[in-house]
T-cell receptor
Framework: EAGVTQFPSHSVIEKGQTVTLRCDPISGHDNLYWYRRVMGKEIKFLLHFVKESKQDESGMPNNRFLAERTGGTYSTLKVQPAELEDSGVYFC????????????FGSGTRLTVV | KQEVTQIPAALSVPEGENLVLNCSFTDSAIYNLQWFRQDPGKGLTSLLLIQSSQREQTSGRLNASLDKSSGRSTLYIAASQPGDSATYLCAVKEGGSEKLVFGKGTKLTVNP
């Protein structure tokens, strides 16, 4: 089965610009998550979709971040406008329905804001 | 608030040695605990998933244990190889939510 796919793998943008990250989960995985790792810190939760609905967005840092999941399939995470502190690695993960399943992570998008 | 701590932060061992990585968490109300491996510049690869009702899981040379009441998990790697060099991450799925809470990881180097 295909894994979780993220693109781009790297993005370098200037402060104030907009960037959109995309995640394609494993087919049939209702749950989709976004996480972020900033330099020197642990990986932290951003938000959780169940199909197309946002289940928990308590980890979103501010209103410059907007996540969508069209038709319960792929998801996008838009940062507008980007700030220097947004630099880091953004991971997407998916899991089947049910609380006992583990996550499958994508390879991440390394975002650098200069 | 759930906090996950991994000790040591870095570990360097000679090839062939057996080793233990430690993970502790502050709130025992978890659904499960997952160990991941991350190679430089790569994503997270799931190694082992232990449900809250389980005590251990094994996969090849890896064995993970879970003591939920004391808030501890260990990852045992037998007969380490240079290819095991990576950062190992522990994460717990909090009870009452779907979030994973991660530790900072242990960077393992296995020297030939």
């Amino acid at each position: 089965e295909a894994g979780v796919t993220q693109f781009p793998s790297h993005s370098v943008i200037e402060k104030g610009q907009t960037v959109t990250l995309r995640c394609d989960p494993i087919s049939g995985h209702d749950n989709l998550y976004w996480y972020r790792r900033v330099m020197g810190k642990e990986i932290k939760f951003l938000l959780h979709f169940v199909k197309e609905s946002k289940q928990d967005e308590s980890g979103m840092p501010n209103n410059r971040f907007l996540a969508e999941r069209t038709g319960g399939t792929y998801s996008t995470l838009k940062v507008q406008p980007a700030e220097l502190e947004d630099s880091g690695v953004y991971f997407c993960a998916s899991s089947p329905p049910g609380i006992n399943y583990g996550y499958t992570f994508g390879s991440g998008t390394r975002l650098t804001v200069v | 608030k759930q906090e996950v701590t991994q000790i040591p932060a870095a570990l360097s061992v000679p090839e062939g040695e057996n080793l233990v990585l430690n993970c502790s968490f502050t709130d025992s109300a978890i659904y499960n605990l997952q160990w991941f491996r991350q190679d430089p510049g790569k994503g997270l690869t799931s190694l082992l998933l232990i449900q809250s009702s389980q005590r251990e899981q094994t996969s090849g040379r890896l064995n993970a244990s879970l003591d939920k009441s004391s808030g501890r998990s260990t990852l045992y790697i037998a007969a380490s190889q240079p290819g095991d060099s990576a950062t190992y991450l522990c994460a717990v799925k909090e009870g009452g939510s779907e979030k994973l809470v991660f530790g900072k990881g242990t960077k393992l180097t296995v020297n030939p």
